[in-house]
């Protein structure tokens, strides 16, 4: 389940029916991109480290700052991040 203070991430889905676990692409997207660091909080006690940098390399719909930061973040090269491959 998603905690209270993290629903407004998830603004377009019905968070009564969703379980992060079922989702954990779309999950760690959502929170890398729109959270602040009580939700990154949430996220690293929530998925394994190798599931949040599997997002950060393979997830295309990360914004090119989002994904940028990220991978500077966990230390992951540039042309190893599928948001920022248009860059290089």
Request: charged content about 25%; glycine content about 2%.
């Amino acid at each position: 389940m998603i905690p209270q203070n993290l629903r407004s991430l998830f603004w377009d889905i019905n968070l009564e029916a969703f379980h992060p676990a079922s989702f954990p692409e779309y999950t760690i997207a959502r929170v890398l991109e729109y959270g602040d660091k009580d939700a990154v909080a949430w996220l690293r006690e929530t998925f394994t480290e190798e599931a949040i940098k599997r997002v950060i390399t393979e997830e295309r719909r990360l914004s090119p700052r989002t994904a940028n930061f990220w991978a500077l973040a966990y230390r992951i090269p540039a042309e190893q991040v599928a948001a920022l491959k248009a860059a290089y």
